[in-house]
Nanobody
């Protein structure tokens, strides 16, 4: 089993930045594909960003590309999401996700964290 714990959420003004962290236990990130999803109130959970299993490739949703950066540290079993130029529409609960193959979409995910709330005020 893999346990994922997110941290770093909070309240920030529009245009500000936050860095989310995800700590894993139970299995090393080097054997898993990892990523971030988010769910805004009243909306479905959606893909935000992901790393390939090797950690060398990253992919982003169009809505965050150029503003968000995903990175990983396999030695520390950590994944990060640096969020810059935040907008009110980025307000959501952000979830860390992992799987043995890929985390391109919700159905791919085998392991979820409990989420961390990001609120962007206008």
């Amino acid at each position: 089993q893999v346990q994922l714990v997110e941290s770093g959420g909070g309240l920030v003004q529009s245009g500000g930045s936050l860095r989310l962290s995800c700590a894993a236990s139970g299995r090393t990130f080097g054997t898993l594909a990892t990523g971030w999803f988010r769910q805004a109130p009243g909306k479905e959970r959606e893909f935000v960003a992901r790393l390939s299993r090797s950690g060398r490739l990253s992919y982003y949703a169009d809505s965050v590309r150029g503003r968000f950066t995903i990175s990983g540290d396999n030695a520390k079993n950590m994944v990060y999401l640096q969020m810059n130029s935040l907008k009110p529409e980025d307000t959501a609960v952000y979830y860390c996700a992992a799987a043995t193959t890929t985390v391109r979409k919700v159905d791919d995910v085998e392991y979820w964290g409990k989420g961390t709330l990001v609120t962007v005020s206008s």
